[in-house]
């Protein structure tokens, strides 16, 4: 059995930061493993261990830089990367979710894998669409923010976290894509031993050409147009001073609400 | 031009978000003078279909198969919807189910599709207003293309009011049942502690800026101090620090405190779902920009290992 997982770098910002165009300034930005993708990834490493024979592959669309965190993916478990990037790509601008799904689409033509796992969402963009616009496109069953997961031979049985301390239960034909939620599951730490391992693992680069593609799927219908901060709308009174002072400015206002009394 | 808008309703009651999708709806069709469409899908849909009729509302479109939410028969029927009533924008709730239908709708209609909209505009094209990194920026996209796909943030707009004269039509929808390859068998409620944070007065809780399991004791003397109940942002719960029945937000409990006291918490959209009814809300957290601000009554902007000390001293 073959699990392909999606990972992907996600950017956080700094506490303070500067836009430049369209973009916020890379000075202020922090590069991480998308934190729902580490879950997908620990949840294809648990069932690696637990199975006979089952390959983990990780597949990202992203630059070269992302490569220190594809390697995390790999010290944590997964037994190769593939890392699809050229310059158009680069070029391209914002990718939505239906181009990065054409691209992963491409992989899956290659991989054929059994079961695809990915994040419930990015913790940048934040689209939270790219998994089920994949298993649209290959006529794929699928489930979105799955925090439960019980594999049998042809049918996933998930668990779907809904609003309000509410899960669904579903029973999912496979092959699947299943976006993943966070805290189905304790993700690893990786090792010393993994962190040494993943420098030997393959990390495979492929261009669009490699994929099959032609630069026709970076044509996006959608056009990001601006980033700007928002304008505040809080009306908070900010407590200044040192921590003694504004504790002391919190803890009057706390009493006078009639707290600890 | 025509706007759609599919609502949702779950376990026999229509859920908010389809009463704000309403509004939603509606300014972008006022936008261009257009008419607005309702679908509701599956369980009873004429009850739906009652509880919908609200000002504002041109047609309601009722799909009668199916009980609950399936996303299988959720995506033809919104597919053969939108062929019949070709409208400009289908408009879907940002929610759970809406995560888990739109994306397939949207691919199957080869439309563009834009999550989790905060606000739009309607000029020369459509224009959605979203957010990103976690709220700090907001960025705005044009869809280029005649027809397409949004997916609306859950209480953003207000929900529409008011008794309408739409139409209510019944769609004959042809499921093919051999492509539904999902069943939904159950649902759970998530295990209850002892303690329902729902119900306490003051709420000292805790995220991620916490760093370590050990660290909650600051946190707990706090609490013990104001004589508080302690809840948590997701992480901590997902870190299994504190039990899932301490969870506010979106997926977890929503509550309603007097105060709410919001330490090492960013403020991101799910969270805040849990909590913004709250009376009075106190943020502390050393990044200024953090959302959690913009909905904060009071706030520090500082370490939150130098203030909550210092704030539990205050209180013995
Ligand atoms: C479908 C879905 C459902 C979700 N449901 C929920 C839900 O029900 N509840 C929920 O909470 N989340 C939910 N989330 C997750 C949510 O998107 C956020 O990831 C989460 O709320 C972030 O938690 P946080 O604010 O504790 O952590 P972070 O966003 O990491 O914020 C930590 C904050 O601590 C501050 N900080 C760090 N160190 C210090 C210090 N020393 N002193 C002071 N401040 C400090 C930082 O400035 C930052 O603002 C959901 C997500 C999805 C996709």
């Known amino acids: 059995m073959k699990i392909l997982v999606t990972v992907k770098e996600v950017a956080a910002v700094d506490d303070e930061f500067e836009v430049d165009g369209l973009a916020i300034d890379d000075r202020y930005l922090t590069y991480d493993l998308n934190e729902w993708d580490e879950y997908a990834i620990e949840e294809a490493v648990q069932i690696a261990e637990a199975g006979e024979d089952v390959e983990v592959v990780t597949v990202t669309v992203g630059p070269e830089d992302a490569e220190d965190t594809i390697r995390q993916a790999l010290a944590k478990g997964a037994d190769r990367a593939i890392r699809v990037w050229d310059d158009a790509i680069a070029e391209a601008g914002l990718l939505d979710p239906g181009t990065k799904a054409q691209l992963l689409e491409a992989v899956v033509a290659t991989e054929e894998p059994d079961l695809i796992l990915s994040g419930v969402q990015a913790g940048d963009d934040a689209f939270g669409a790219t998994g089920v616009t994949l298993a649209s496109r290959l006529g794929w069953e699928w489930a979105a923010v799955v925090n439960d997961l019980e594999l049998g031979d042809d049918v996933a049985t998930v668990h779907r976290e809904l609003e309000g301390g509410v899960e669904e239960l579903t029973d999912v034909e496979l092959p699947a894509v299943l976006t993943i939620q966070t805290g189905i599951n304790d993700p690893r730490y990786a090792s010393l031993r993994g962190i040494r391992q993943a420098q030997q693992k393959e990390l495979a680069v492929q261009s669009l050409a490699d994929v099959g593609l032609d630069s026709d799927v970076l044509d996006s219908p959608i056009e990001q147009t601006s980033l700007y901060e928002p304008e505040s709308e809080g009306e908070a009174t900010i407590y200044e001073g040192s921590a003694d002072e504004t504790a002391a400015d919190l803890a009057e206002l706390l009493r006078e609400q009639g707290v600890a009394q | ?316």
């Open chain 2, 1 to 316: 031009m025509t706007v759609l808008v599919v609502a949702e309703h779950r376990r026999g009651e229509l859920r908010d978000a389809s009463l704000e999708l309403l509004t939603a709806g509606r300014q972008l069709a006022d936008a261009t003078g257009g008419e607005l469409h309702v679908a509701v899908v599956s369980g009873d849909v004429e009850s739906y279909a009652d509880q919908l009729n609200r000002e504002g509302v041109d047609a309601i479109h009722t799909v009668a198969d199916g009980e609950e939410f399936n996303h299988d028969v959720y995506t033809q029927a919104v597919e053969q919807l939108f062929e019949a009533v070709e409208p400009t924008v289908l408009l879907l709730p940002n929610s759970v189910n809406g995560l888990d239908y739109a994306p397939a709708v949207a691919e199957r209609l080869d439309i563009p599709l834009v999550t989790d909209a905060v606000d739009f505009d309607y000029g020369d094209g459509l224009t959605v207003t979203r957010e990103m990194y976690g709220s700090k920026v907001e960025t705005t996209m044009d869809v280029d293309a005649p027809q397409a796909a949004v997916t609306v943030r859950p209480a953003e707009w207000p929900k529409a009011e008011g008794t309408g004269d739409a139409t209510v039509e019944a769609f004959d929808a042809a499921i093919d049942e051999s492509a539904v390859r999902s069943t939904v068998t159950g649902y759970q409620e998530v295990g209850g502690g002892d303690i329902d944070i729902s119900d306490a007065d003051v709420l000292v809780s805790v995220g991620r800026g916490i760093e370590e399991e050990d660290n909650l004791d600051i946190i707990h003397d706090l609490a013990e101090a104001l004589d508080a109940t302690v809840s948590a942002s997701r992480p901590i719960v997902d870190n299994g620090w504190l039990p899932k029945d301490r969870q506010v937000g979106q997926s977890g409990k929503v509550v309603t405190p007097d105060v709410y006291i919001a330490i090492g918490i960013s403020g991101a959209v799910q969270h805040v779902a849990g909590m913004k009814g709250a009376d009075t809300i106190v943020a502390i957290n050393n990044d200024p920009n953090a959302p959690i601000f913009d909905i904060a009554d009071y706030g520090i902007q500082d370490d939150l290992f130098d203030v909550v000390p210092a704030l539990t001293e205050q209180f013995s």
